[in-house]
T-cell receptor
């Protein structure tokens, strides 16, 4: 079955630390990949997306993600996090149909 | 700055009552999605529409939930009768599907926080 896994449920970092959040999916075909962020009490906002081309995608707020097809991964990274990055981060995958499958989310807490 | 809007933002009701949630997609978008978010289940797709036609409502409990798009600027999600287990945040998202291989990017509304007592 097609699925999306985010193994890190809760990540706690200090400000200025580097961030990497994992996202893996199970599917051998063509995929389209998204990262969304949900700040406390707010709706989901698109951080970045990958459809094709350069596997290193740059998004808003200094985030980037790398699609590694051989590893079925689309990890989210940021070189230096800020307190305002405290939020929940969702990886979502389109498995060639019209729906998005979301991961369970990773809660990120940044300590000032 | 075009946004998806949802009303009401918060709703508290008693078990057995009817609940109607409304969504106004971004003007020009032709696809509307309804999601439910809970701590236990995360984000679940309930239903979605393309050009006002329902394409998939397999994620929705059929006996009490219904979703419609009376026109291109309004989508509704109705629960009748409501139950405590329906308590969740309901998100609407819209997107523009074009006829190539790329899926639409979904833009989310602020959600309706529903509490059924």
């Amino acid at each position: 079955a097609q699925s999306v896994s985010q193994h890190n449920h809760h990540v706690i970092l200090s400000e200025a630390a580097s961030l990497e959040l994992g996202c893996n999916y199970s599917y051998g075909g063509t995929v389209n990949l998204f990262w969304y962020v949900q700040y406390p009490g707010q709706h989901l906002q698109l951080l970045l997306k990958y459809f094709s081309g350069d596997p290193l995608v740059k998004g808003i707020k200094g985030f980037e993600a790398e699609f590694i097809k051989s590893k079925f991964s689309f990890n989210l990274r940021k070189p230096s996090v800020q307190w305002s990055d405290t939020a929940e981060y969702f990886c979502a995958v389109n498995f060639g149909n019209e729906k998005l499958t979301f991961g369970t989310g990773t809660r990120l807490t940044i300590i000032p | 700055d075009a946004r998806v809007t949802q009303t009401p933002r918060d709703k508290v009701t008693e078990m057995g009552q009817e609940v109607t949630m409304r969504c106004q997609p971004i003007l020009g978008h032709n696809t509307v999605f309804w999601y439910r978010q809970t701590m236990m289940q995360g984000l679940e797709l309930l239903a979605y529409f393309r050009n006002r036609a329902p394409l998939d409502d397999s994620g929705m409990p059929k006996d009490r939930f219904s979703a419609e798009m009376p026109d291109a600027t309004l989508a509704t999600l109705k629960i009748q009768p409501s139950e405590p287990r329906d308590s969740a945040v309901y998100f609407c998202a819209s997107g523009l599907a074009v006829w190539d291989d790329r899926p639409e990017t979904q833009y989310f509304g602020p959600g309706t926080r529903l509490l059924v007592l």
